[in-house]
């Protein structure tokens, strides 16, 4: 018995030494490759901010740079990235071309250089997954194996991009099943996830510091964040319903894809001309803004939605999580005007409410409201993000999300062969 349990305390020793450099390996490779693209991607909109007063005027342009290299190099690397992966891991036993690392690169710079609306998890995410693909090929790692890599290089773009190794770590392991963590995983993506962060601030990737008073903790204080999260939960399906809309809307056209592009682009300049340009780009601007205390126009987020479904839908390449921080953001700043209370604060939740509400990952937006904003705000997100999450349901920016457990006892899978066939319970009579 003894010299079994040695034998057991050996192979799990074994294994955890293999996979911590695995994931030390994950984290260098992916924080230095997605590092260096979010460089290069932000000194291409500087420099043509500061060379270029018709910035905008370039959006029919990229987007049609960023159809076309697609459709020629890489189909694969169309569209936002993140579910791409997630359906890879699910249904392709974690297998991505390497040729969608160069092409989402390119057709993401191409899109939000000028001032389309979308982010950039979502093609660090696939960026980071195709290399661990590759990467797991190359070590010949069994497919289970593969995919725990996979998810490790989704852990590292995330932490690469939001400069939050934890809540890059736990969206890994959180965002392939709703109602259950992939917790075989959960060190390698941790260790991926800091070391890739590490890389990045080595490289001086830029990252937004934030600094929001969080109020004291009272009942008064819970109780507006109790009615927030529900306002923030609506707004999610409200995001995601508009979003896929728009995107179906595009899908259904009969046109050539370069059309597509052409119509895409005139909604986004139209939106410009009348509205300015804080709806535009990743967002960033507006965000920072309300951060900070000051308020936005009430429509803000119906608009971000609006256009991030309009770029998709004409062939830009890029995330939609990153726009979904502006959106959440700006519905809390019209929750705080509406009642008088903190824009930046406010704000702040709604940041972190939307992103658990419209990608069902509660516990990470929790994760991610400590590390950027402190851990004082905790009690407050924590309640935000679960409520957010429970009120948007079965609605997801990402429809290859797996549901495990539904977030109610009240439905059932009616067949238990298919996941995705929840239905409320039936009444017992």
């Known amino acids: 018995m003894a010299d079994q349990d040695l034998r057991n305390e050996g ?51 990229g987007l049609l740079a960023s159809l076309f290299s697609i459709k020629l190099f890489c189909p694969q690397a169309a569209g936002h990235g993140t579910d791409k992966v997630i359906a890879a891991i699910h249904y392709k036993e974690a297998l991505l071309s390497f040729s969608v690392v160069p092409v989402k690169i390119v057709s993401t710079i191409f899109t939000l250089v000028p001032g389309a609306v979308v982010g950039t998890e979502g093609p660090s995410v696939q960026i980071g997954a195709a ?3 590759a990467l797991s090929r190359l070590f010949k790692l069994t497919v289970k194996e593969r995919k725990k890599l996979v998810v490790c290089g989704v852990a590292a773009a995330l932490s690469s991009v939001f400069g939050a190794p ?10 392939l099943f709703v109602g259950e963590l992939f917790y075989p995983v959960l060190l390698p993506a941790l260790v991926s996830a800091v070391v890739a ?8 990737v830029p990252y937004t510091i934030y600094h929001v008073a969080v109020p004291a903790l009272t009942p008064e204080m819970l109780e507006w964040c109790l009615f927030a999260a529900v306002c923030f939960g609506l707004v999610c399906i409200l995001h995601i319903k508009l979003t896929d809309g728009v995107l179906s809307v595009f899908k259904r056209l009969s046109l050539p894809d370069w059309a597509k592009s052409l119509i895409a682009s005139a909604l986004i300049l139209t ?33 971000k939605s609006f256009l991030l479904g309009v770029t998709l839908g004409g062939g830009g390449s890029g995330g939609v999580l990153t726009p979904t921080f502006y959106i959440g ?7 705080a005007s509406v009642f008088g209370l903190d824009t930046a604060f406010l704000g702040a939740l709604g940041f972190v409410g939307c992103v658990a509400g419209s990608v069902n990952t509660p516990i990470a937006a929790v994760f991610l409201a400590t590390e950027l904003f402190g851990a004082s705000i905790a009690p407050f997100a924590g309640i935000v993000c679960v409520i957010s999450y429970m009120i948007s349901g079965a609605h997801s920016l990402y429809p290859t999300q797996i549901l495990i457990r539904p977030k109610s006892d009240e439905f059932v899978l009616a067949d238990p062969q298919d996941k995705k066939s929840w239905r409320i319970r039936p009444i017992e009579k």
């Open 329 to 335: 953001a700006a519905a809390g700043a019209l929750f």
């Open 11 to 61: 192979i799990l020793f074994e294994g955890f030494v293999r996979w911590l450099f695995l994931a030390a390996v994950c984290g260098v490779i992916v924080g230095a490759v997605v590092g260096l693209f979010l460089i290069v991607l932000y000194r291409g909109i500087d420099f043509i901010n500061a060379h270029s007063e018709s910035r905008y005027a370039l959006i029919p342009l």
């Open 131 to 133: 290399l661990m693909s």
């Open 197 to 204: 962060y590490m890389v990045c601030v080595r490289i001086n």
């Open 271 to 303: 939106v410009f001309f009348f509205f300015g340009d804080a709806p535009l780009g990743m967002g960033e601007k507006g965000l920072n803004s309300i951060l900070a205390g000051q308020a936005s126009p009430w429509y803000s987020f119906v608009l």
């Open 166 to 175: 934890v809540a890059g770590a736990v969206f890994g392991v959180e965002v």
